[in-house]
C-alpha cells in the first residue's frame, strides 16, 4: 500500500565518496548537474537560471533502520530522535538542499551552486523555494 | 529498485476536502496533530515545544502524471512544467511545510500550527527548520 518512488534523475557530482561530502551544502559543497531523464523533460521547462530551486533527494545509501543519531557526527552531543536532526539516516532519507540554478541547457540540464550529496544520488523532486 | 516510503504516521486534521485546503500553511491553515507510529516514537525524542521543523508529507490525492499546471489553479497563469511549481500534482507528490510545535505529550502526539494537507495524509518525515 505505501508508494514507490520514481527517480526524476541522478546528480552528477565530483563527489564520490561519503567521506568527502560536506555535512551541509553551504559547507564548501560543489557544483552538481542534473540531466532530467527524458519521460520528465517537460517538467522542468519555466526553471529560469538564476532561480533559487529546492532539490529533493532520495540519500540512497542511509540506513533506514536509524531512530536515534549523534547530530553532525559529534560523540559529545547528546544522543537524539534522529528527526530533530538532518542526519540522512532516517525512515525515509530525503535530502532537502536549497541550491541556485547557475545554468540550463536546451537539454534539461542544470547546473547547480553548492550541493552536498555523493555522485549518482537519486533526485526526486524540483520545487521552487517558498518565502 | 526503486525505494518504498514508510509512512511515520497520518495527519489528524478538520480538513476533511481538498476543496477546503488552503494551497499554503500560511493561508488560514489550522491547527494539526499528529501521532506518531510507536516503531518510530524514538526518533521524535527531543523535538521541544515552540520549535519549527519541517514536516514532510505523501499527497496521496495527487496525480503523480502530471507534468504541466496553471500555477494556483489560475488558468490565466502559463501552463507550466510542475517542478518551478509547489502544486501537488508531480511525479512524488511529497509536501513540505514549516510548521511550529505548539504541544508535545509524552505519548508522542504533537501538535503543529497551519497545515493545509487533508486529514490522514501520511508524515513521512520531520525535520529542523534550517537556516
Redo the contacts between chains.
Sequence with gaps: M???????RKIHSTLTTLEECPL?GNENAPEAVITIFPE?F???????EG?E??L?T?L?LAD?TT??CYPRNNRES?F???????SPD???P?G?H?VKVLSISDTGSIKVSGLEVINQTPL?????V?K
Design positions: 505505501e508508494p514507490t518512488l520514481q527517480f526524476i551541509q520528465f517537460e517538467g522542468v521547462q519555466h526553471i529560469t532561480s530551486i529546492i529533493l532520495w540512497h533506514r531512530l536515534k547528546p537524539v530522535g534522529v528527526f530533530s536532526t538532518r532516517r525512515p525515509n530525503i532537502i536549497p526526486i523532486d524540483i520545487k521552487p517558498w
